[in-house]
């Protein structure tokens, strides 16, 4: 992947954190769900695709209720119009402009009714992300499937992830299913081409 670069002014360059994405990261995540408090709040996803620490980030969510439209519905198996929690999530290096990625993500309001806590987003950043906020109403993940597709920006994701021209993004929808079989999240990320590695490794079994 080609260095990425951040232009600061009248031409000068300088280095973009770059982000290493691999799917061990959906086990890791899980090994943390139920681990102590302390323990989660220490780091989070982010750090470990970038090598940051928790001091170096900048980190926002916004949540807000909205009806599920008809692809989402089909994916959660819920009426259309059901309410979705939409939560909007943007982390940034502190030393740099733009975000790491364009991150939505979807959930069943119904499903978190057993914690109020999940419904507010100034309980972000979570310790130990969706899967432990999951875990809190009784929800095991079971599998996470993602699916990656490639393609030029629009202006606003151009401009928000300040895209060198000529770069395209990677757009990740992961979805993530429960041990009932029924998705519990859906998100759709948005990642800059020039900055992101995806890493896939698959353990085979031994004969």
């Not at 890791?28 to 408090?37: D, L, M, S």
């Not at 364009?102 to 310790?127: A, H, Q």
């Amino acid at each position: 992947m080609p260095k990425p670069y951040e232009v600061i002014g009248d031409g000068f360059r300088r280095p973009r954190t770059p982000a290493v994405r691999d799917n061990s990261r959906h086990q890791w995540e899980k090994n943390r769900a139920r681990r102590p408090k302390p323990e989660r709040a220490g780091s989070g996803a982010t750090e470990r695709d970038t090598g940051l620490g928790t001091g170096d980030l900048v980190f926002s969510a916004k949540y807000r209720e909205t009806g599920a439209p008809g692809e989402l519905a089909e994916l959660f198996g819920v009426p259309e119009g059901t309410a979705l929690v939409e939560r909007t999530y943007r982390t940034r290096c502190a030393t740099e402009s733009a975000p790491f990625g364009l991150v939505t993500s979807y959930l069943v309001r119904d499903m978190l009714s057993g914690n109020p806590d999940l419904l507010d987003d100034g309980k972000e950043p979570w310790p130990g992300g969706t899967q432990s906020q999951l875990f809190t109403v009784g929800i095991e993940v079971d599998r996470v499937e993602e699916r990656v597709t490639a393609r030029p920006p629009t202006p606003e994701e151009a401009q928000v992830l300040e895209l060198p021209p000529g770069t395209s993004v990677l757009v990740l929808r992961k979805t993530s299913y429960d041990t009932r079989d029924r998705a519990v999240d859906i998100t759709d990320i948005t990642l800059p081409g020039d900055r992101t590695e995806l890493v896939f490794t698959t353990s085979l079994e031994r004969w």
